[in-house]
């Protein structure tokens, strides 16, 4: 560094952390030489749990026993253990004991669980709270390679029901599920309130009753089929969020108020843009208390709030990456007296010479005069 300019030690406690958090645990042991800062950070109280911890699960019999048996006497707390493993082997008693192990050790300092089966890695999310909020409805739906095989065993979800009985939040990411039955044990978690499930694609109706969650207020399956709304029985459900792959909108709408009626605020998106909204409005009053809607990747034509009833409690409506036939929708206010907040959040309009472009500022003046107690935007986080 130049003399007299900025320093690495002159950052404070907690930015030198996160820094360190990158770091694999070898290259955190070694950073912890570096000097007497260094290692104090490294081995203070607030920091040392922090560690994560990669373990190879493609090991020898008995060189997994031993590191079952390491791993029992250590009293070290880690935030997020990556398992490196060939998931198409089958998941065997020692690779099971590590998992169930690990599982224990996260669910005892945290009552939350983030289980990403992309690199099968467990990690305590405390720092996945920003999932509560909207920021979880643009996580990455990308399509990315998983292998076939990768897919959630019976086993590793009856492990986290087993030893974290008290979990609040759950993440399922980056996995397939194609039985039905893996997802049963989720049955067990009375205390869950937040549930979040990816790449859910069982295509037949369950032979058991739908899954029993009484206590859960947040229920979000990103890149689903639209029968796995049918294996969820939610009765105090405040949020619902599905990214269906679906291109039947009614169907989808079916499943959902078959198990998902008392819902205050309700996410649909969809990947089909030839999906006519229209249909959609139609259900909405099968949502009584439903007070918030988001709606996207659909398009909206003119008259897409024909079917809606004057009845409807809506004050907050959200439409995403929607094609608008024109911005000012036929009978929106009459049809939405009740709103307070109106969002056009990366949508396009319809304009005649020119076809589709982003929505603008001057775009939704006129609905400002036309609605000037609600709060009309652009962008919505």
Partial sequence: ??????????????????????LPLKDVKTASTVCRRWNAIIFSEVYIHRFQLQLNLDHALPVLKQMGQLLETSDREYYS??????LGSP????????VKLMIRLLAHCSDSLYFNMADFRIESCVSERLLRGRKLQIIDTRAKYIPLSMGLKESMLAAICEYAVDLVDLVIAEMNINNPKALVPLSSLKHLKLLLISDYY?????????????????LSLIKVTDESCHYFRVDNLKRFFIHSTGTDAPRT??????????????CLHFT??????????????????????????????VDVLKHLSPTNRLQKLIFASCQLEAIRLEGLKDKLS??????????????????????????????????????????YD
């Avoid at 560094?1 to 990158?22: K, N, Q, S, T």
């Avoid at 253990?81 to 060939?86: E, F, G, K, Y």
């Avoid at 998941?91 to 590590?98: K, Q, V």
């Avoid at 369950?206 to 009484?214: A, D, R, S």
């Fill in 1 to 22: 560094m130049y003399a007299g300019g900025p320093h690495f030690d002159d950052l404070p406690f907690e930015l030198v952390c996160e820094i360190f958090d990158y």
């Fill in 81 to 86: 253990v990556v398992l490196r493993a060939n």
């Fill in 91 to 98: 998941l065997s008693d020692a690779r099971l004991r590590i």
């Fill in 202 to 218: 069982p295509y037949v109706k369950p032979t058991e009753p739908p899954i029993q969650l009484p206590n859960l207020q947040n």
């Fill in 253 to 266: 709408m079916d499943f959902i108020t078959q198990n998902v009626t008392q819902v205050s605020r309700l």
């Fill in 272 to 301: 089909a843009r030839s999906i006519q909204a229209d249909v959609i409005f139609g259900w909405l009053d099968r949502f009584p208390c439903l007070l918030a809607l988001e709606l996207a990747g659909v398009a909206l034509p």
């Fill in 338 to 379: 009740q709103l307070r907040l109106l969002c056009f959040d990366g949508c396009s309009l319809f304009h005649k010479q020119s076809g589709f472009h982003p929505v603008h500022y001057d775009d939704i003046e006129e609905l400002r005069q036309l609605l000037p107690h609600c709060r009309i935007m652009l962008d």
